[in-house]
């Protein structure tokens, strides 16, 4: 290393950043069938495939314990490490658990932690098989890895979307980031009025959104009882723009997604208001929602439209034609999408 | 949560902590072979079997940038997490990687991190499959995931040793805690004189074992090949006494462990005369040597003794007798350990 360079990480960007570091990567392992780049990893374990994927939370980046119940962060922990393997198609098994923990927690705090995460455990019928527990000097760290398992090739990367295959989503979108919203601002309240106790009792569905995330394990269980095969699928944890742009970039086509498509909660349409947002700007760029969205062959359209918890919301163009949101208005935005940008 | 009870985490040590939190953990899936409680986890992957590990590695606690170069520490963070799947006498095959990143890392320093990742994956014939990148507020955060793959039950756990099973350990013991010694020392003499520079060239080899040590594959293949199924296993991380104790807790056995007959390197030796601290403590309580412990038949005996890189240093007895050391000079010590106690 010249020590006269120093290039800032802010300016590759979180995707940048691991497209750079992992560019020399080679694969040595006949079972490596899917590596870096996608929602999880696929691995052949003779002949059967397993499914892995793992997340780093970290105090004051990813939560605030402030306004995090500890048995919620338990639970979320489990949640969206299990949505990024939903999002290969594969069943959740097992997960490791790894935690750093400061001299500020009490055995009962973490107590409450670990219920949680049974909680989740036991709602997705997957075993906490191992992990690793540490001491840290400042900061609650939080690390999961999830394994599951799918039938030989029947998993879904991002990569397989073609021309005029139809985009849909799950559930709706937008309302953890107003979940989220909502208590920075009833925090910043009490910090400045401790008395006032926050009234969140009347925002639980937006609330509940962002706490306590419900990885979509039944829209899974449907498409394969529907013996429909997306052929692009991802999770949203970052937003629409930017798992829909992964999609494209990683499948090399373009999209058109339609504004007046995506499916928002009455309650986010409502706190939207109250923030002066659109509710559009929170679907796409939110993030967190932990709902699938993914690509279907336009022959499944029938199908896909009996079930009214999932959107089709826009539809696969070539490469050459980018990436467009279609606003209510008419007009044509090409889509784009920062990822984390904390550096 | 009654607000009153506050248990201090200290109160319960490391191992009471883990025992704690997961007294209750539940298995549901038939999958599931060997959970919490040893180096690695063992999954069912239809009738073929699975080991995974994890390892959490964070900034003030497992490391200090002040003396570790970053390739090292890429290269140790992958190495620590092969030695607990050699430690079930698996393979290693694939790692997952998560970095939290403070913003005083520049591109190039992460280069030199994953230098080191890449150099271990190589040497050790591991693919680096995935993982999570984040940015951390303070302090770098490393969380390590390693599967691998052994035949439908050869795996080695720590619950098997028998009654008169001979005790072994390869390479040697003491020299990494001494080599974190010197560099502790060097550190503080720097940090008060900026102008000397620490001479380490003369304890390379203390200083290796430290900042970059190996999982003994080498072990594990060479008892592969000489048919020596081991009745218990484990990887000497956080010392020797530890260690030896989890075995005897989960294998339901006491033993005798011969003070004279723990290998120990000439120059830890020399280095323990220095900082005045007896080598036998070193090995006993030092930990981060990544030796293998394990326990053998007594009629493997003839075999073991061939291979000079592997000691005979005890034999495990009736669980009512304890664990026990017996010195030089011919007293009996009760065997103790703390694991980490940083709380």
């Known amino acids: 290393m010249d020590d006269n360079i120093r290039t800032e990480i802010s300016s590759l960007g979180e995707f940048g950043l691991i497209d750079h570091l992992t560019r020399n990567n080679d694969t040595r392992q006949a079972g490596t069938i899917l590596s870096i780049g996608d929602d999880a990893a696929v691995i052949d374990q003779f002949g059967r495939q397993c499914v892995v994927t793992t997340d780093l939370l970290l105090e004051g980046i990813h939560f605030d314990l402030m306004y995090t119940p500890l048995k919620h962060l338990g639970y979320k922990a489990v949640a969206v490490n299990l949505s990024d393997i939903y999002a290969m ?53 939080i690390s999961v890895t999830a394994i599951g398992e799918v039938a030989p090739d029947k998993y879904v990367t991002r990569n397989g979307a073609k021309v005029n295959d139809l985009v849909c989503v799950s559930g709706n979108l937008g309302a953890a980031y107003l979940g989220l919203q909502l208590l920075e601002r009833e925090k910043k309240i009490f910090l ?89 700007a929170c679907a796409l760029s939110g993030g967190e929602d932990y709902e699938l969205l993914f690509t279907i062959r336009q022959e499944d359209y029938e199908k896909i439209s009996r079930n009214y918890d999932i959107s089709v919301i826009g539809y696969i163009t070539e490469a050459k034609e980018g990436a467009h949101l279609q606003t209510k208005g008419g007009a044509k935005h090409k889509l784009t999408a920062q990822g984390w940008n904390a550096f």
Chains 1, 2 share one sequence.
């Open 192 to 280: 400045e009025n401790p008395g006032v106790q926050p009234d969140l009792e009347s925002q639980k569905y937006l609330v509940g959104r962002i706490l306590k995330p419900e990885p979509r394990a039944d829209i899974v269980d449907w498409l394969q009882e529907n013996d429909i095969m997306p052929t692009a699928m991802i999770d949203v944890s970052d937003g629409l723009s930017s798992e829909l742009l992964h999609i494209c970039k990683k499948s090399e086509v373009g999209c058109i997604l339609y504004e007046d498509k995506i499916p928002v909660h009455d309650d986010t349409k409502a706190m939207a208001m109250q923030f002066q947002v659109g509710t559009a």
């Open 89 to 141: 198609m594969a069943t959740p098994t097992q997960i490791t658990l790894s935690l750093g923990i400061s001299n500020k927690f009490s055995v009962e705090a973490l107590e409450e932690f670990y219920e949680g995460v049974y909680a989740a455990c036991e709602r997705y019928n997957v075993d906490l098989v191992g992990g690793d527990t540490t001491s840290s000097k400042k900061g609650f760290v």
